[in-house]
């Protein structure tokens, strides 16, 4: 068995577009109710880089689904949190690398945090456990992984 490209790009935007806006949304309420939101617009809106992240977390997301097993159901949030986190790590990293930081390592970690304070990440474990339930799978031929045979059924 095997999910079917729509199904995973599906899965995949649902994921990274749904959890970003938790994350901007949740961190919105505590800019507003905290202080200015000028903090907000330079890490939400301006930074370049979370065009990158949603890009390279959807083209993740849809990769790992894509290829690797579907089933069991429980296994596919600990995959694709693992992959959600490593990117965000990754394009966080790379964010304050670029930006000239003596640490970069240390502020991916900073963003981590963050996104687990704004909901971001447990979005994400949310959802990914959510959509795990309903992914297109299609049965392929015996010893091949191309040529899918027909839709499995819910």
């Known amino acids: 068995m095997t999910v079917t490209w729509r199904g995973a ?8 577009v749904l ?37 390279a977390a959807a083209v993740t ?5 894509r ?3 579907p089933l069991p159901a429980w296994r596919v949030p600990l995959i694709d949190g693992s992959a959600y986190l ?12 670029t930006a000239g930081d003596a640490a970069p390592a240390d502020a991916a970690f900073v963003v981590a945090v963050l996104a687990l304070f704004t909901l971001q990440l447990p979005a994400a474990w949310l959802l990914s456990a959510w959509r795990a339930r309903h992914l297109d799978v299609v049965l392929t031929e015996a010893g091949t992984d191309a040529a899918p045979a027909r839709p499995a059924s819910r």
């Open 9 to 16: 790009i599906r899965y995949a935007l649902t994921i990274t």
């Open 19 to 55: 959890s970003w806006l938790t994350g901007a949304v949740v961190d919105f309420a505590w800019q507003a109710a905290f202080g200015g939101l000028g903090g907000w617009v330079s890490t939400w809106v301006a930074d370049p880089w979370n065009a990158g992240f949603l890009v």
């Open 61 to 65: 997301l849809t990769l790992t689904r």
């Open 67 to 69: 290829l690797t097993d």
């Open 86 to 97: 490593a990117v965000l790590l990754l394009c966080a990293g790379l964010s304050s690398w």
